[in-house]
Nanobody, 121 residues
Framework: QVQLVESGGGLVQAGGSLRLSCAAS????????MGWFRQAPGKEREFVAA????????RYADSVKDRFTISRDSAKYTVYLQMDSLKPEDTAVYYC??????????????WGQGTQVTVSS
């Protein structure tokens, strides 16, 4: 089992920035591909960003491209999501995910509990 704990959420004004962190523990060797998803009230959970085990393969949803940056520190089993130029529509619970498959983009076995991000207008 892999445990994922997100942190860094909060309330920010539109145009501001936040940096989310997700620390993996347990069977960290199974936390190869890692990603971020979000779920806004009344909406389905959606893909935000993903990063491969090596860090060389990165994907973003079109809605966050050029504003969000995903990165990872493999030595610390931690993945980050730097969110800049935030918009009210970015308001959601953000979830970290991990999977043993180093190539997966949107399908993950392990999930964190989520951290709330609220962007005020």
């Amino acid at each position: 089992q892999v445990q994922l704990v997100e942190s860094g959420g909060g309330l920010v004004q539109a145009g501001g920035s936040l940096r989310l962190s997700c620390a993996a523990s347990g069977r960290t060797l199974s936390a190869n591909a890692m990603g971020w998803f979000r779920q806004a009230p009344g909406k389905e959970r959606e893909f935000v960003a993903a990063i491969s085990m090596s860090g060389r393969s990165i994907r973003y949803a079109d809605s966050v491209k050029d504003r969000f940056t995903i990165s990872r520190d493999s030595a610390k089993y931690t993945v980050y999501l730097q969110m800049d130029s935030l918009k009210p529509e970015d308001t959601a619970v953000y979830y970290c995910a991990a999977d043993p498959d180093p190539t997966t983009i949107r399908i993950y076995r392990y999930w964190g509990q989520g951290t709330q991000v609220t962007v005020s207008s």
